[in-house]
């Protein structure tokens, strides 16, 4: 047998077979009997009241069985409480069909479950809704002064640090200044695959949820809450996940109400949302950031102040870490951060890949560009003046921090050295102008609790399952591989199992901390069986580890041998059939610990180097280079991981140059709703993209020293992005996305 | 989108003869543009008439030196056809310059011409529109019309037309082949398209039930002097902000005859024959082009979020009559505008 060392290797995807092959189930794919099928009527209007729907004309429609509003939704949970999930923000979680009251444009106000998916569709397009319209406010702008500094409601936000220093007065007095505001749109996750919940009903009050959701706890806590379920009685599952970004995090209203029109009708139910209504809940909030910089002649920084407002809805305080990360990520001694959010006629926002970092490094880092162009230096160099060797929003050392490395070794790939500082002064073969950007940032490397069972039968065939999810992120093959190295074994004789409550229980599937936790959970319950296969190969009969400890031995290409003498060993089939058990199980559940990590600030980070051409007469730019260097510990699949940066890299040059849902404030209403004109990047906007890890060690964050990669890849592209073309054209951009009309 | 029934027709006077025959009835090509439009709801025919099956698919010579292209041809068959290559490579570059490939693998040459605008608000049925319902209002004046007409706009409709071959059609000047209810005729294409006016509603001068059955090309391909140049926000896959068609003689540097279209500005594909006169007789310098697209744009009006385009429009003239002028520009260099 080959080599069982997979951790760090280039592992193809498991579930890529499943996938290319369509065998892989996704929400709306479970077929199941006697289904009936929903589709959501959604509001024209920002904000008023139902005044009347006429339900009787649709519900003469043969094959219309049922419509559902807020004239008779049955009494269900009436705190709160019952509808906050895992990653609620504070205030009170929107209740679909509850009143008769329109919070928001595109509010789910009907759902209409038919025979068919067409004629509950059409049903929808005719049932008339009467609104009484009131005002409306959508703009952030008019809001400016209403903003307020929000509680700490939200698992993961942590309000900004208190100031340090003197800010004000250091920056009157510094030899260099900068001070601008930067804006970046709103964007919706739109990950392809559309909100969907197929509800198997089981009979006497059991379901089944077939649900896209990043965390199948999450949603089964939230249903068992809202409609009184026993935990047995409403599994959740979902197998794959055509892309979340961060839109399955909490459970969106496709699901609630799918599950209450089975509940109801005593029927299975399938739900599908639109791509219309895939804009009609959680995105990337509208983000106002002011920065004001100064540098001291040596081109150390002198002063920093970073405030962020951005919106949210009038119903919840929803949160992310926008201006924190500016605190930590350069030596600045001299600091204040604000951040502040308003309410509006909207739904609230959601956590989008690198929620509030990716916003917080547009800001930060384009400001650091114009404050080392204001010190007339390199913006790299200036980069490498300011490094933090500690984390002084906490005043604690970094577990690991290699963002130095990061700084040289990408440089060196992109030929950064070779760059000359005036704006407009490089040009290609043909003529355009060239620019080259830097940009970078850092990110939380978070471990949760989670558990995992582990299983291998006599054939020497290992299961390994948890409840985490898989959304597109490597979860299948990195867990495979992390089980198939702990025990020896070939990848192909590992199943790993997830996206079901009846497994042991995991965290939603978000913040980058899938690695860290479920994997740290995978190993340590592999490492459990391992001890008890070690047990029963000590007993065998002129066993060559009679004598040897646990210590003594390691489970590599099928077998289990002494480290010392690779000759002493038994071959780990063997081991089972020879003790006469079917099966061997194990099952551990892995807490960070605590008082390792306390010590410690825990973070990824990463540096971003960008190349654009600009047509200075037409306005267009192409990205035609981008160097992203990570760290981020340990890289467990450089495959997957490398995949992760790339989507993230596209991702941030959309952010840069095309991304950005737009309302018409009129009507407090999104209007590019659909995929002809939200606009992401295709092929022929993505050139080369290089992704280099620059590994570090650390085995305080966590047993496996993985920092995660799902997130960290997607900061500083946008500033990189944008920092390059005011080096290609003088023109500084300060609100994203660039679009041809901002460089005419 | 409503319940329809569906029949598929196999000869042209079968298709005219259902289509009058059902009140709320439409014709279907590739689907590309009608079926998205019966999905939001902003179409709603009662009875398809399917067109696929009509022999109007060929692209053949015509005695004059011209080219027909069918109506029922697809817009990949058409672009990458060897005469179209070879003689019209201006359409060649327009068509490929729209949509995705798959988008043209399906979508037909009539129903190019019958795409309706992308208008956010037409397709939106919580706004109004004068287009869509008339008399309810244009939300695109003093809404988003980032994607909106700045030329021969109206009190009651901004929107543009968004085709890509059309533009380049509108250079070449074919004629368009209809039957109707009541016989055959020809429309000069600059005819076939209209401005909004007070009746937005009317894209275009067909008679009701008449079916697209073809375009003449006439001889003239501007083969060796052309270019299609297409601004858009992203490289692929995203309608015009602004695109031009020009297409020109020359003899030694000296303009013979020209073609200018612009697309993204206007109800119509905008073709600007005073503009073309200008140039006639006119060296090929940067100088005459910055006259002819100062001219074009001379009564062009901004709506606020579109300001842009009158600025971006002069100077994709300018550049795309110098790609024609410097005539290097080939049939198969489909990511010209897109190039880094
Ligand atoms: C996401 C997306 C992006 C696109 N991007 C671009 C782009 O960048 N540039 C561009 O130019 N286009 C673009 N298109 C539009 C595309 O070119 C049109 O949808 C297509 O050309 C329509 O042709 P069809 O045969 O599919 O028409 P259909 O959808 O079948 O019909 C459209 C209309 O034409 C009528 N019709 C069809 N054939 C005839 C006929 N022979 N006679 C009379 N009436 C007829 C139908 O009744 C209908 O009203 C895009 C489309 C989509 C969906
Ligand atoms: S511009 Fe035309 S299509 Fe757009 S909203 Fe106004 S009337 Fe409707």
């Known amino acids: 047998m080959s080599t069982t060392n997979y951790i760090g290797k280039p592992t193809s995807r498991v579930d890529g077979p499943a996938k290319v092959t369509g065998t892989a189930t996704y929400a709306a794919e479970y077929s199941v009997a006697n289904m009936a099928y929903g589709y959501v009527v959604s509001s024209p209007i920002a904000k008023g009241k139902i005044t009347k729907i006429h339900a009787e004309e649709v519900l003469a429609l043969p094959g219309v069985v049922q419509v559902f509003s807020h004239e008779n939704v049955p009494s269900l949970a009436w705190f709160d409480r019952s509808y906050k999930d895992d990653v609620a923000p504070g205030g009170s979680p929107f209740r679909a069909l509850h009143d008769a009251d329109i919070k928001f444009s595109q509010q789910p106000v009907a759902l209409i479950v038919a025979e068919t998916f067409e004629l509950a569709r059409y049903a929808a397009s005719v049932l008339r809704v009467e609104y009484q319209q009131e005002d409306h406010e959508t703009s952030l702008e008019t809001q400016r002064a209403k903003g307020y500094e929000p509680g700490a409601g939200k698992t993961g936000f942590q309000p900004p640090p208190a100031p340090r220093g003197n800010p004000d007065k250091a920056w009157e007095e510094a030899p260099h200044r900068m001070e601008a505001e930067y804006v970046h749109g709103a964007q919706h996750h739109n990950p392809m695959e559309l909100f969907s919940t197929t509800v198997e009903w089981r009979g006497e009050g059991k379901i089944t949820a077939y649900d896209k959701t990043q965390g199948v706890m999450n949603v089964q806590q939230y249903l068992t809450k809202i409609f009184g379920l026993k935990k047995d009685d409403c599994r959740v599952v979902n197998e794959y996940m055509g892309g979340g970004f961060g839109s399955g995090l909490r459970p969106q209203y496709s699901a609630y109400l799918a599950v209450l029109a089975a509940l109801e009708l005593k029927r299975s139910v399938r739900l599908t949302l639109t791509r219309e209504q895939m804009f009609s809940f959680g995105h990337r909030p509208h983000t106002l950031q002011y920065l004001k910089l100064a540098a001291n002649a040596d081109g150390t920084l002198a002063a920093l102040q970073h405030h962020a407002l951005h919106e949210t809805s009038q119903f919840e305080d929803y949160t992310e870490n926008v201006v924190n990360w500016s605190g930590m990520l350069y030596q600045c001694e001299n600091v204040k951060l604000g951040y502040q959010i308003a309410k509006l006629d909207m739904y609230t926002p959601l956590d989008m890949r690198a929620p509030g970092a990716a916003s917080g490094s547009i800001g930060l880092e384009i400001a650091m560009d114009e404050m080392a162009y204001a010190a007339g230096l390199d913006p790299l160099e200036f980069r490498l003046r300011n490094y933090a060797e500690r984390d002084q929003n906490v005043d604690k050392p970094f577990s690991s921090k290699k963002l130095r490395e990061c700084y040289h070794q990408g440089a060196a790939k992109f030929g950064w050295d070779k760059r000359t500082q005036a704006p407009g002064s490089m040009r290609n073969a043909d003529g355009k102008l060239v620019g080259w950007g830097v940009g970078g940032g850092v990110w939380d490397a978070t471990q949760q609790k989670a558990a995992a069972k582990a299983s291998i039968t006599a054939d020497g065939k290992l299961t390994v399952s948890s409840a985490t999810g898989e959304n597109g992120t490597g979860t299948y093959t990195i867990m495979s591989q992390i089980a198939a190295e702990t025990l020896g074994l070939p990848i192909e004789a590992v199943t790993f199992k997830l996206g079901d409550t009846d497994l042991p229980e995991s965290p939603l599937q978000g913040g980058s901390w899938t690695a860290a936790s479920v994997g740290s959970a995978v190993q340590s319950t592999c490492e459990a069986l391992a001890e008890k296969i070690f047990k029963l190969a000590r007993k065998m009969d002129d066993s060559p580890l009679r004598d040897a400890k646990f210590e003594d031995v390691e489970f590599a290409s099928g077998q289990l041998r002494l480290r010392a003498d690779h000759s002493q060993a038994v071959v780990l089939r063997d081991v089972l059939q020879a003790s006469g058990e079917a099966k061997l199980e194990a099952d551990s559940s892995v807490m960070p610990n605590m008082v390792k990590q306390n010590g410690y600030s825990l973070h990824s980070h990463n540096v971003v180097f960008a190349e654009v051409t600009v047509d200075e007469d037409l306005g267009t730019v192409h990205v035609t280079r981008v160097v992203n260097a990570i760290a981020a510990g340990r890289i467990l699949n450089l495959k997957t991981a490398r995949s992760q940066v790339l989507g993230s890299v596209v991702w941030g040059l959309g952010m840069a140059l095309m991304e950005e849902t737009v309302m018409d404030h009129k009507f407090g209403r999104y209007m590019n709703h659909n995929f002809a004109e939200y606009h992401v990047p295709v092929n022929a906007d993505i050139h080369d993209i290089d992704v280099l890890f620059v590994e570090e060690e650390d085995d305080i964050v966590n047993p496996l020293g993985v920092k995660g990669i799902g997130e960290v890849g997607m900061l500083g592209v946008a500033a990189a992005v944008a920092n390059a073309v005011f080096h290609a054209t003088g023109k500084r951009v300060r609100d994203l996305p660039v679009m041809i009309d901002k460089l005419l | ?340």
């Open chain 2, 1 to 340: 989108m409503n319940p329809f029934t569906y029949s598929r027709a196999t000869a042209v006077a079968d298709a005219v003869r259902d289509k009058a025959s059902h009140p709320d009835s439409e014709y279907l090509g590739g689907g590309t543009n009608l079926i998205d439009l019966m999905k939001e709801n902003v179409a709603r025919p009662t009875h398809l008439v399917g067109l696929n099956k009509l022999p109007l698919a060929d692209i053949e010579a015509l005695p004059d030196g011209g080219l027909r292209l069918g109506a029922l041809a697809t817009n990949a068959d058409t672009a990458w056809h060897d005469e179209v290559k070879s003689r019209y490579p201006l359409l060649n570059q327009a068509i490929l310059a729209g949509a995705s490939p798959q988008l043209r693998n399906a979508a037909t040459n009539g129903g190019n011409l019958m795409q309706r605008t992308r208008c956010y608000y037409f397709y939106d049925l919580a706004t109004p529109c004068n287009k869509r319902e008339p008399g309810s209002g244009c939300s695109a004046i003093g809404g988003y019309n980032r994607v909106c007409g700045i030329l021969g706009t109206s009190e009651s409709c901004i929107a543009t037309h968004p085709s890509d071959m059309c533009v380049a059609l509108a250079a070449l000047a074919p004629t368009v082949r209809v039957s109707g209810p009541n016989g055959d005729r020809t429309i000069a294409f600059d005819d076939f398209h209209r401005l909004p006016g007070d009746q937005p509603e009317k894209d275009n001068n067909l008679e009701p039930g008449e079916l697209i059955t073809g375009l003449d090309l006439p001889a003239k391909g501007f083969e060796k002097n052309f270019s299609y140049l297409k601004l858009r926000d992203r490289s692929s896959y995203a309608f015009a902000l602004i695109s031009v068609a020009a297409g020109l003689e020359l003899e030694g540097n000296t303009i013979k005859d020209a073609r200018l279209a612009l697309g993204g500005v206007a109800h119509k594909p905008w073709r600007d024959q005073e503009a073309e006169n200008m140039l006639k007789g006119q060296p090929a310098t940067e100088d005459t082009f910055r006259r002819v697209a100062a001219k074009v744009v001379a009564d062009a009006k901004g709506h606020g979020s579109n300001d842009f385009k009158i600025e971006l429009a002069k100077r994709a003239i300018v550049r795309a009559l110098k790609q024609a002028a410097e005539g290097n520009q080939h049939a198969a260099d489909v990511f010209l505008n897109s190039n880094p």
